[in-house]
């Protein structure tokens, strides 16, 4: 691969190179002295200059303290800019506007011919993103000043980002954007995207600054138009690479054109229990996502539902494809999609053989597509039957479509990886319309779709070869990292040994269709529901992990007779939970748990209305209370996380109530779906109790003795690496 095609790499480092250099003129420049004069209210937009200081006030509640910006300093949202109506700052009181704090106060820097917004308190750039207002170091979108159509002289202006997307106060309570900066508006005539600008102060070297910021955007102008020469260049190379491995699509991918109507007539879909009460089989095939078929939910008779095609004329190879229930209102689904298909082929619709049974990778989430690979019978058959097993007899599914086979041809060598070649093909077509609509990408959206493309023919090129792969030993120890980490919410033993035998054949022969199988094996392991549970009799501490991987753990208060969430500071420096953080685990040899506290107490969900503070007696039962311990899946209430994030991590389920505790460590809820965010969770790692202090101290390799360990509790012979060691019973790092 040549140098021009190092993607990301060559960006990052680029980027670098112009951001050390802007920053360090922006360190040199930014100096700011305001004055102590009444507040100036602008006259034109033309009066705006690089080298004045701005407070704005909004139209909305000019008479309160609600219309200003300002820049929060809060723990946790240093990168976002909030309106003053809701957010407050790091010493928990509301924000009141104050044209003379810098948290408040803006400036207006040209670059080019162009304005870019900076916040002086943050010292950083305003950057639209989200449809909300973010701080950047470098900014992307520049902002325009114009007169609005309100009618009010106090506050005559819009202020927008790129022209077109008003920047605007949003301070109703109970709504989406309720108490920061909403920044996608387009009603010229709405007091909250109605603004008066006025001047507050000089910013010292302003012009300075500007010129700055023009030398670093003309370097990023030309590092942008380098990616696209490069991507250019790109789609000319894999066109002729298609064309030198002779990879042709011929036909194929025709869909059968199903009805629901009349049973007599050709492609015919029917469900052999459909639910009367919603979901028709007509919405299965009427070209909205939005809409969809259930099964019979409400008193089902049969033990198996199915969906079943009558053909035309027999088939012997075909595809299907379906959307999961996405619903209109964008509410989440969280049951009875289908996790285990059974394709079956009839001539006579009455004796059916089985062609092929899918357990793997269906989609257990909301607004998902999903398509078979090719399948082949046996022989043609004339009626095919999808048999779904799904969490419950029923099921749901949204566009069921079934289509004939895509025939794709290529040189002999690379037969065996069609499907990675249409792969290929399809990202080279979107890389066409990718630089069709340069314009509107950012450097690094570009150099993402060359890595892609340069990723996907190297790993073709490796599997042709059976060579070895230097990105098959890189994943190798990713995974041997992963293997590592036991306990209670990790694999069990038998996805472990399963792990093992691919790991191991990996490690021998490192080739590129090894770490393809490795891949494949590993995402198996982190998915698996077959995780180690913790052993009766045995003491654990009950901590919650949020997605900022903070901790909350579980603790017993002797006054207050109840549970309190304290928020970890002991982990981090290798100290020993208190003993009133201890829960004794109790196997109920049915499946369930209990967890004693202390004095006859036992762990409890929390109590009324599924809301619990750190009060007396919350979450606490003198009766012993039962409960599974599941693994937690990506869902509607943890729809962003990846089960990388939530390897190892487990929710506590009483009889379908989950704890979500908030992160504040003052109140926690309960939900009837297991969470994951950054504010609040169900997310727990349940770990081992050790009342000895393990502090971290730094060791040499020399210095270690007799009794060394891992950090998953092995016994090694000596240190050969870097990292954290179990040495006589203490936590070292060796360097």
Known sequence: MSDKYTGTSLLKNLNLLIMRKFTLILSMLVAMVTTSVAQIPINSPEEISSSKIYYFGNAYDMTDSWGAIYYSAKEGYNDKLWCSYVWSDSTGNRITSDPWSPQQQFAFIKGGDKLYLYSIGAQKFVEWKNDGAYLTDMPTYYVTVTLNTLDNPDAPYNIAFDGEKLIGLYPYDGYEYSGYLYCSGSNTANAIYAWQIYEVGDLENGEELSAALTEALASAAAEKQAAVDSLYNLITEIDTYLYEVEYNVDGGGEAFKLQVDDPAAPNYIWCNEPEASEGPISDLIDGNIHTFFHSCWNGPQEPQHWLQVNLDEPVQEFQFSYFTRTPADGSGIANDFPDVIEVLGSNDGEAFTTIATINEGLPQMSNMAWESEKITADQPYSYLRFAITAE????????????????????????????????????????????????????????????????????????????????????????????????????????????????????????????????????????????????????????????????????????????????????????????????TCIDNQDGTYSFAIAEGKYLDKPAYSGIANNSEGACVSEAQISCIIEKIHPNAKAPDATYDMLFGLVALNFNGVYYAPNSSGATYYTGNLAHYQSSWTSAMVIEEYNPEATGIENVTVEESAQGIYDLSGRRIERISAAGIYIVNGKKVLVK
Do not use: C
């Open 392 to 583: 419950r007899t029923y099921f749901h599914m949204a566009e069921f479509e079934l289509k004939t086979p895509v025939v794709e041809t290529a040189i002999e060598a690379y037969l065996p990886y069609v499907a990675h070649l249409r792969e290929l093909k399809e990202l080279y077509q979107n890389a066409l319309e990718i630089y069709e609509n340069s314009a509107d990408l950012k450097a690094v959206e570009i150099y993402e779709v060359i890595d892609e493309i340069v990723y996907l023919r190297n790993m073709i090129e490796g599997l042709v070869s059976g060579n070895d792969d230097p990105l098959t030993v890189e994943f190798i120890e990713t995974v041997q990292e992963t293997f590592a980490k036991e306990g209670v919410g990790y694999p069990a033993e038998a996805p472990r040994a399963a792990l093992k035998e691919v790991l191991d054949a990996a490690v021998a022969k490192p080739t590129t269709q090894a770490r393809l199988d490795l891949e494949k094996a590993y995402t198996k392991y982190i998915e698996t529901d077959d995780i180690t549970l913790p052993v009766n009799d045995k003491k654990y501490t009950l901590t919650f992990v949020t997605w900022n991987r903070a901790r909350l753990y579980l603790d017993y208060n002797e006054e207050l007779a109840g549970l309190v969430m304290v928020k970890d500071t002991l982990s981090e420096q290798g100290l020993a939970y208190p003993e009133t953080a201890v829960f």
